[in-house]
């Protein structure tokens, strides 16, 4: 009896002190206290502000509160969250989301999470203002890390943010952990970029490594419970694929795992017809794609043929200025294309850049292919890149870890009639690398 009553003890204690020990975190990170705190938009970046954060299953209800931060007299508001139960492989969870709307356009506003009696740390986000037409994006390719050590990523993320403080938002091209299904992944990838996606939003792609991990269904379930996502796209891929408008752009995600979620049917048919249509009704200046597996990759063997010839025909036909692709672990820059042709400026075709990388796993069967005007084999530390719009230039900064500069890209535009598309480097210039190559049709 003594002996019961003891280990009963002993397991109450534990049960106290486990969220304070890295062991138990380790094992699932999830404790009565909020964590994973993410920024995203899942409508009006000006007007509304997305928060989610998970708990362990001992907490059922969840609240936002927020106030203006310039105005100190502003009393602070506060929103009640829905939330679901959500068990990984590790630990029971509850996962909650609140969206706040009503909000100022670019407004500065804090925040915190919490269930009315523990509560995360302050936190603030800014919000867009809708007659912008100057700002700065980020862009990481995969930053999965087969070892389960994020350690890269979490150094990649913060000093991006470091030194561009001004982002409004960043994007993740898929593959943003190896294992999909793995809460020890996702638990160290969450950790990694706490102090950034907590400040920014992070809008994210689905990849191939999102959907793996699990026997039963290759659904990136692990992704779709944890980010809260504009919920316009297409029936059956809603949340995997959306598009949402910043200042003068307009950015769209799809989904390229085809083969991986082959048994739910054919997933690439409706959204080649939901994207044709997202993009015809978008009168933003700029357009940018963004989907994972690449049109044209710069990894030694890799095609992917059955999403190019579904997406690239329709992004073509609407003049997609930049599409960000990723998969390959290496940096590529095409020429301008169009039906699988080298045009020679940027006003008569789409430019598909490959994302490199912002995770440990590099590729050295990587290279420049002939559709490349630039390539960059990140081999010795990850990258990712700035992007810089205004009203006239669509600039493409890509970037190491430590900071140091590998390339920068114009594209230019009138600033009327959005006609007049131009490299910011002379054309002349740019031929003289490879001439042969911009014959409509080589390359093919
Ligand atoms: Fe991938």
Redesign the pocket.
Same mark, same amino acid.
């Given at each position: 009896m003594k002996k019961r009553f003891m280990l009963a003890v002993l397991i109450l204690l534990f049960a106290l002190v486990c969220p304070a020990l890295s062991v138990c975190q380790a094992a699932g990170g999830a404790t009565a206290s909020p964590d994973h705190i993410t920024l995203t938009w899942t409508d009006n970046p000006a007007t509304t502000m997305t928060v989610t954060w998970r708990t362990d299953a001992t907490i059922t209800k969840g609240f936002v509160e927020y106030q203006k931060m310039a105005v100190p007299s502003d009393a602070a508001k506060r929103v009640k969250a829905a939330s679901f139960g959500f068990t990984t492989d590790i630990q029971a969870t509850r996962l909650f989301t609140a969206k706040l709307t009503g909000l100022s356009p670019n407004t500065k506003y804090s925040y915190r999470v919490g269930d009315g009696s523990r509560w995360s740390g302050k936190h603030a986000f800014m919000t867009a203002d809708p007659k912008t037409k100057s700002f700065k994006f980020l862009v990481f390719g !995969?930053s999965?890390s087969p070892a389960d050590d994020y350690s890269l990523w979490g150094k990649i993320v913060h000093n991006a943010y470091n030194v561009n403080p001004d982002a409004k938002f960043m994007v993740n091209v /898929? !593959?943003l952990v190896d294992v999909g299904q793995d809460g020890a992944h996702w638990n160290s990838w969450f950790a990694a970029a706490e102090g950034v996606i907590d400040n920014i939003p992070e809008m994210p792609v689905v /990849?191939?490594?999102e959907t793996s991990g699990s026997p039963d269904t290759r659904r990136p379930a692990y992704w779709n419970a944890q980010f809260r996502l504009p919920q316009n796209g297409p029936v059956g891929l809603k949340n995997q694929v959306y598009s949402y408008d910043y200042g003068p752009v307009h950015l769209v995600v799809l989904d390229s795992q085809q083969s991986e979620q082959k048994q739910y049917g054919d997933i690439l048919t409706p959204q080649v017809k939901w994207l044709d249509a997202d993009l015809a009704a978008s009168k933003a200046k700029w357009k940018i794609v963004f989907y +994972?597996?690449g049109s044209y990759s710069v990894k030694d063997g890799r095609k992917n043929k059955k999403v190019k010839n579904a997406f690239s025909p329709v992004i073509e036909k609407h003049h997609i200025d930049l599409v960000f692709n990723?998969? !390959? +672990?290496g940096v590529g820059r095409t020429y301008p294309i169009k039906g699988d042709a080298y045009m020679p400026e940027p006003s008569k075709g789409t430019i598909y850049y490959v994302a490199g990388r912002s995770g440990t796993k590099a590729y050295d069967d990587v290279h420049k292919r002939e559709w490349n005007t630039f390539f960059y084999n990140p081999q010795d530390q990850p990258n990712y890149f700035v992007i810089d719009v205004t009203d006239t230039t669509l600039t493409v900064k890509t970037v190491n870890m430590d900071g140091t500069l590998v390339d920068t890209f114009v594209i230019k535009k009138n600033n009327n009639t959005g006609r007049l598309n131009r490299f910011a480097r002379p054309l002349a210039l740019w031929l003289k690398s490879d001439r042969r190559l911009v014959a409509a049709g080589a390359g093919r």
């Open positions: !995969d999965q /898929g !593959d /990849g191939n490594h +994972h597996k990723a998969h !390959d +672990h």
